[in-house]
């Protein structure tokens, strides 16, 4: 059973250029979430995916944006890179449930992105 | 902000030793979680524990919830040095909606 995989592992752009992450979610997983990491922080949420919908989106400006295809992967896309947009992004997946909260978050070992 | 943060923000003890850290947030929360990464690898899950629960045990894991203080402790108890990690608590108030503190960047020496 394949956990969550992400694609690139590592990549390096320019500033001003765009850039395309992508993720598969573990299987039986219909959601998926993308978070932020920089260096010495903790994961900050960007946004989350169900039904290849947005649902839900943290304090990210609109360079950053979504897709969620029928077979559940996603991709992060974000426009117009800035030199604070290096961070290790993580994808997490998690199988929709109803009531309160939610079980645990399955992530992938992330996409290290380097703003030159 | 609802964003947890843990304290100590380091923490260095012998093999054998028990480690402790906590955790607190601001508002209201269904589930709190603690999670562990590896040297800038994926979060792997350790815990969780729901709001009306307040003790759970794992393992070598124990966490405690306290939500009239908004707070919580993950215990490591007979620490290795295969311990050696980042540790984060991650609170649910909103679907799927998680907010990470900034980690707990334990070392176990052997």
């Known amino acids: 059973d394949a956990g969550v995989t992400q694609s690139p592992t590592h990549l390096i752009k320019t500033r001003g250029q765009q850039v395309t992450l992508r993720c598969s979610p573990k299987?039986?997983?219909?959601?998926v979430s993308w978070y932020q990491q920089a260096l010495g922080q903790g994961p900050q949420f960007i946004f989350q995916?169900?039904?290849?919908?947005?649902?839900q989106r943290g304090n990210f400006p609109d360079r950053f944006s979504g897709h969620q295809f029928p077979n559940y992967s996603s991709e992060l896309n974000v426009n117009a890179l800035l030199l604070g947009d290096s961070a290790l992004y993580l994808c997490?997946?998690?199988?929709?449930?109803?009531?309160?909260?939610?079980?645990?978050?399955?992530f992938g070992e992330g996409s290290r992105l380097t703003v030159l | 902000s609802q964003q947890g943060e843990e304290d100590p923000q380091a923490l260095s003890i012998q093999e054998g030793e028990n480690a402790t850290m906590n955790c607190s947030y601001k508002t209201s929360i269904n589930n709190l979680q603690w999670y562990r990464q590896n040297s800038g690898r994926g979060l792997v899950h350790l815990i969780l524990i729901r709001s009306n629960e307040r003790e759970k045990h794992s393992g070598r894991l124990r966490v405690t919830l306290d939500t009239s203080k908004k707070s919580s402790s993950l215990l490591i108890t007979a620490s290795r040095a295969a311990d050696t990690a980042s540790y984060f608590c991650a609170t649910d108030a909103n679907f799927n909606k998680f907010y990470f503190g900034s980690g707990t960047k334990l070392n176990v020496k052997p």
């Open positions: 997490a997946s998690s199988p929709r449930t109803s009531g309160r909260g939610t079980g645990e978050l399955f």
């Open positions: 299987s039986g997983h219909d959601t």
């Open positions: 995916y169900y039904e290849e919908e947005e649902r």
